[in-house]
C-alpha cells in the first residue's frame, strides 16, 4: 500500500542514523587517534608526559567536545527519525481504519464524504474537493469542503479538459505536487482557488479503477507548512482504495436498481393473471406487518417481503387456459420455487415460496408437509 514512497521514507532514516553514528563515533575517534600518536605517545614513549604542549591539550579537549557534540546531534538526529517513523507508522494505521470504513460504507453518497474527510486528516489540508467523470464524461466536481464545512459543488461544477490542476491530472492519470501555485502554470484561479479561500499549496491524485480515471481528490494548503512527499503518497494509497469501493458502491446501487426493476416487472407481469391483480402487493403488505409484530429482523422482512412479492411467479408458467384445473394449479408453488431457486438475489426466498401452500393439518401441496416439517 505504501510502496516506492514508503522504502524512501525508511532509506531516509537510515541514512540519517548512520550519518549521524559516523558523526558521532567515527570522526571524533578517528581525531583522537591522530592526535594520540601525533603529538601525545612521542612524549609518552620518551617518559616526558608531563611536559606534553598545551596546544596539544587543547586539541585532545576539543576532540573530546566534537565527540559529545556527535553524540548529541545523534541522539537528536535518532530521536527526530523515531518521531517520523511512528508519525508514518500511525498515519498507515489510521489509512488501514480508513480502508476498513470504506467497505463498510453502503451509500455512495456518505462513501464521497467519508473519502473527503479522511484524505484531509491524514494529510492536514486545510480544503479539497472531489471530482467524479460523469457518464457523459465531464469531470464534475461532486463537492468540496473547507475547514470542516461541507460547502457542496464548487462554483465551477464542470471543467472544461486541461482547465485547471484537477482536471491536467485526470487527463495524465499522475499525481501532482505544488508548493507554491502562483509559480505553476496549471494553476487556474477560476478552478483551483475554493471562494473565499485563496489556495497556495496544493496535492492532487487521481482516482483510478482497472487502469481508468474515474476521479480525482484535490487537496489545498497544509494547516503546516506545505505538502510533502509522504501526504503525497499515503493520499495515492488512500485514492488507491477509494477507488476501489467506489466502484464496489456503483455496482451495488446499479444492482439494486436492477433488482428493483426486475421484481417490479415479475409482479407487474403478475397482474395480468385472472382474478390477481394487487394480490402479491396485498400479500407483502399483509406478511410485512406480521412480521414486525413478530420482531423479525430486518434481513428477515426483507426476505419475507420478496418471497411474498414472488410467491404466485410460478403461476406464468401454466397456460391461461387451463386455469380452471385446479390440479396443475397447485403445482404453482414447485414451479416458482425451481424458477427463483437458481437467481442469487432471490433464491433465499425459494423455500418460502415452495412451502406457502402447505398447511398445517398436511392437507396441503405440493408436498403435503406438516407442523414442524414446514420449514
Known sequence: MYSLEGRDF???IRRSVKISHFVASIIPLALLVYFSVQYVYP??????????????????????????????LSTKATDSSIESAQDLNTKINSLFDITRQFR????????????????????????????????????KCIFSKSKGINSGPSHREILKPGEGIASRVAETGKAVLI???LKDGRFNPDVDNEPGNETMSVVCVPLIYAGETIGVIELRNRKQGHFTKQDEALLNSLADQASISIAQNRANERQHSDFIHITEMLVGAQDYIQNMKGHARRVAGYANLIGKH???????????????????IGML??????????????????????????????SDSADIILHHHERYDGNGNPLAKKKEEIP
Open 10 to 12: 525508511f532509506d531516509n
Open 43 to 72: 612524549y609518552v614513549s620518551a617518559g616526558d608526559a608531563s611536559n606534553i604542549p598545551l596546544n596539544i591539550g587543547i586539541l585532545l579537549v576539543l576532540a573530546v567536545a566534537v565527540s559529545v557534540l556527535g553524540l548529541i
Open 104 to 139: 463498510e460504507t453502503l451509500h455512495l453518497d456518505i462513501l464521497l464524504n467519508k473519502i473527503m474527510e479522511s484524505a484531509m486528516a491524514l494529510t492536514s489540508a486545510d480544503s479539497g474537493s472531489l471530482l467524479m467523470y460523469d457518464e457523459q464524461g465531464n469531470l
Open 179 to 181: 508548493d507554491d501555485v
Open 294 to 312: 413478530l420482531n423479525f429482523s430486518d434481513a428477515e422482512l426483507k426476505k419475507l417481503y420478496h418471497a411474498c412479492l414472488l410467491h404466485d
Open 317 to 346: 408458467k401454466i397456460d391461461p387456459n387451463e386455469m380452471w384445473d385446479k390440479g396443475l394449479t397447485m403445482q404453482h408453488p414447485k414451479l416458482g420455487h425451481d424458477m427463483i431457486k437458481s437467481i442469487s438475489m432471490w
